[in-house]
């Protein structure tokens, strides 16, 4: 019989806006998305700011307050149909919204908690708990609570045998949540088991993004890039074969910046993003005129990383700017590529007030991420570490502390190569053997030289 009502109708509207975004028409998904989402009663907000997204996340934190996770676990199932479908919505729609208004994600993630309180439990439940658990580290910074309810998130996975969402619920907890708590290595497996449960249960989308995010987690915590390489050239394939446009532009830069630090033969200079994979300028015209301003972040991130990298401070710092002109920080809530966008930024200001008459003009940025550091690293020591006492021996080193400078170089290698950070101990060699090199100490300056060539070997730059 033919459908006469709304709800008849639901079935096929669900089909019609996964297959609209399927094809990469996202704009008409979120569209379509939002306009069964208003007629189930969950309206959003067509205009959103800070104010508003700040209010809804401190009242849902209120409500969750006293909550443990057994409570949400062992809550009744979700029984009325039109919340369900409401729930199946808006987990259909996180992945549009995260590329095209970021901004409305933690609303999302509000909305779906208070169904899963007001109404009870279902598998998209999970993707509720991950996405708050996302909102309270990139939002919040709240980190413990965020690795909470990341957890809760898995275990309602759990419950449900859901293995059709482990993948979408593996990119939100092992690529937005335990990157700010646990070691960077140990995300990368699970990453990986969701990428082939995905495969196995017919989630291409998910699939991809799980490998996209093992790609960026294995670069941040430098594997050997010549791994690496081969891991972007396996996914731009199949993520062209599934059409999947978002994935393929997401991936393109950082596969090309991998090629530059190998040695791209087609590559002239190796702080811009041309070569065999993609033409830089060409590539960031087609983004900014998609609207896709995570793609755009995340090409200056890398650029930003690569400037630095190759040892030009003054190019490192413009591109740190662009990041922000294109508000990183939201585009790529609670990713580790923010912690790695302070580091460098920090780094090349410290470069540059290093040979600035005017030292004073920087101090505002390096103190900024020295702070921010500080904050990160009582969360996630392993990862942040080491990349602290560089950016603190750098400041000291600028001030002719020799003492603390050196101490705080040693420090860091040795942080760097015991957590396995291979291409920062790399970094952080070179720089304490130029500071060496300033204060006359040649044959030391040439044994750390020595160490951080090996070590670049070893990344396979």
Known sequence: ARARTFDDKLRAYYTLTSATGAQNDMKTAIRTGVE?????GEPIEKEVGIAMVMKEVMLTKSMLAGKDEHFFIRQTALTDRRKHYAMKFLNLVVIYFSIYEGIKLPLLACRMIRLTNEYGLCKESAI??????????????????GYRYGKIAAAIVDRFQANDILARCSVLIYGCINVWTEPLQATLPPLLEGHNIGVSSGDPEFSQMCMRFYIVN????????????????????????????????LNKPTWQCIQNLIG??????????????MHDEQYLSAQIEAGNHTAVCYHYLLRHFLAYIFGHYELAIQMYHKCYEYDL?????????????VFYGGLA????????????????NIDESIAKMEKWASA???????????????????????????????????????HGFTHEEAIIC??????????GGGSSARHQYDKAYDAYMKWGA
């Not at 069964?36 to 189930?40: C, E, G, I, S, Y």
């Not at 791209?264 to 994979?277: E, N, R, Y």
């Not at 920080?329 to 966008?341: D, E, I, Q, T, V």
């Not at 996630?380 to 400041?395: G, M, P, R, S, V």
């Open 36 to 40: 069964v989402l208003d007629q189930l």
């Open 128 to 145: 509720a708990f991950g996405l708050y658990g996302m909102t309270c580290c990139g939002f919040l910074g709240d980190y413990a609570e």
């Open 218 to 249: 294995a670069f941040e915590c430098g594997r050997p890039l010549r791994e690496l390489s081969a891991d972007c050239a396996e996914l731009l394939k199949d993520s062209k074969r599934h059409q999947l446009k978002h994935v393929v532009a």
């Open 264 to 277: 791209d033969p087609a590559q002239d200079d190796p702080t811009v993003l041309t070569g065999d994979v």
């Open 329 to 341: 920080p939201r585009h790529l809530m609670a990713r580790f590529g923010l912690c790695s966008c």
């Open 349 to 364: 200001a410290l470069a540059m007030a290093s040979v600035d008459p005017d030292k004073s003009k920087w101090n505002n």
């Open 380 to 418: 996630t020591a392993w990862n942040c570490e080491h990349k602290l006492a560089l950016l603190q021996a750098e400041k000291f080193r600028n001030v002719d502390d020799q003492e603390r400078a050196t101490a705080l170089y040693k420090r860091a290698i040795e942080l760097a190569r015991e």
């Open 430 to 439: 070179e720089r304490y053997g130029s500071f060496l090199v300033s204060k």
